[in-house]
């Protein structure tokens, strides 16, 4: 479970970031997790709300957003949102399509108390 090796990680930014603002407590993180970026957000929830424990943020809620897969068929242009990981263009059955999103893994947002 690499989550919580991404949430170990993700505490060293937070607490970084709580002591650079004086912060007495972290309330909320909200991450952007792409559908291809390899985490599976319940597995992140559970390795964060184990991480917590005992720090500035044992009181935050994790907020995760999931980011669907978006892909731009270099033939014919065409952006598509994709549930499936079937990379073919449904309107040209292209399989030449660039990853626009979906991918990401990113700290959108830190709420502290100060």
Known sequence: MHELSIVASLFEILEAKAK??????????????????????????????????GTIAAEARLEVEEVPLKVRCQKCGAEIEKEDFVLICPSCSSTDLKILEGMELLLEKIDLEV
Do not use: C, H, M, W
């Open 20 to 53: 650079e603002n004086r912060a007495t407590q972290i309330v909320r993180v909200k991450l952007k997790v792409g559908k291809l970026a390899g985490v599976v957000p319940e597995f992140l929830q559970t390795a964060f709300d184990s991480y917590k424990q």
